[in-house]
């Protein structure tokens, strides 16, 4: 129903910042959200914003990073500053097939599309 193609990725220095950002095929109605995967480790949800621009993240990266949406475009964005090498990973963005609890949905992102995910490296 909703394609996701994501952009930005790279590789930065530690300290540094980057932006990632999300084309929806269509507006979504409901959550939708940046999530996570370290080679080494488990997918994490990183943030969550739902239509009314209400945002939600992971302690881990409270301060560091923004979500925000461009409703008439359909464009997702994630702005991370302060970039630390545990923040290494397969970015995904997200969007909720469903009416769901962004709250709840960051930590189990059920009835989900997915992007195809871009690689963010962070180095020492």
């Known amino acids: 129903q909703v394609q996701l193609v994501e952009s930005g990725g790279g590789s930065v220095q530690a300290g540094g910042s980057l932006r990632l950002s999300c084309a929806a095929s269509?507006?979504?109605?409901?959550?939708m959200g940046w999530f996570r995967q370290a080679s080494d480790g488990d997918r994490e949800g990183v943030a969550t914003?739902?239509?009314?621009?209400?945002?939600t993240y992971a302690g881990s990266v409270k301060g560091r990073f923004t979500i925000s949406k461009d409703n008439a475009e359909n464009i997702l964005y994630l702005q991370m500053n302060s970039l630390k090498p545990e923040d290494t990973a397969m970015y995904s963005c997200?969007?909720?097939?469903?009416?769901?609890?962004?709250?709840?949905?960051?930590?189990?992102?059920?009835?989900?599309?997915w992007g195809q995910g871009s690689q963010v490296t962070v180095s020492s």
């Open positions: 997200a969007a909720a097939a469903s009416r769901v609890r962004c709250e709840l949905w960051l930590t189990n992102p059920r009835y989900t599309w």
């Open positions: 914003i739902d239509s009314d621009g209400t945002t």
């Open positions: 269509t507006y979504s109605p409901f959550c």
